[in-house]
């Protein structure tokens, strides 16, 4: 019987790397990620318009959740380049939303909305286009050289 074993090896240095350790790495960094990001979301009165001296408004509260999962859709790729955008993946993603947003229910000076989960929603979604648009790019560049 012959086993077919896969070879890691590192873009930076050029060395065989641990797949175990490659993995242990991950792991680490999206706890480290998610506490960050608990954290984040978690602090008392986070709107940008308190720190510009304006008014509340709903529909930049609503462009920054968008931003802000956007972004950290697109860290978590970077930390995790292993990771394909799965489904379930978009709905692990999701769901560690949804506890952030029920938690602050329980948090003096925050609130919890349906419109800010939907926002929330898009930012993963949009995060996830962009990285399927990159591997699509980057394969078809890989085509055209070949």
């Known amino acids: 019987m012959h086993v ?5 090896i590192d873009k930076k ?7 175990a350790k490659l993995k242990a790495r991950a792991r680490w960094r999206l706890v480290i990620a998610l506490l960050v990001t608990g954290i984040l979301r978690t602090l008392p009165d986070p709107h940008l318009e308190t720190y510009m001296g304006m008014d ?8 920054l959740h968008l931003g802000f999962y956007f972004v950290v859709t697109l860290i978590l790729f970077w930390l995790l380049p292993s990771e394909k955008p799965t489904l379930s993946f978009f709905f692990s993603l ?7 947003e029920l938690a602050q229910l329980f948090i003096p000076g ?5 419109l800010d989960i ?8 949009l995060g996830f286009l962009a990285k399927y648009a ?6 078809q560049s890989r085509e055209r050289i070949k």
């Open 4 to 8: 077919v074993r896969k070879i890691l």
């Open 13 to 19: 240095t050029g060395l065989v790397v641990d797949e």
């Open 56 to 63: 509340y408004t709903w529909w930049l509260d609503q462009l």
């Open 94 to 100: 999701f769901s560690i939303t949804l506890l952030f």
């Open 110 to 114: 925050r609130s919890f909305t349906p």
């Open 118 to 125: 939907a926002s929330n929603f898009l930012g993963i979604a």
């Open 134 to 139: 990159l591997e699509s790019w980057k394969e």
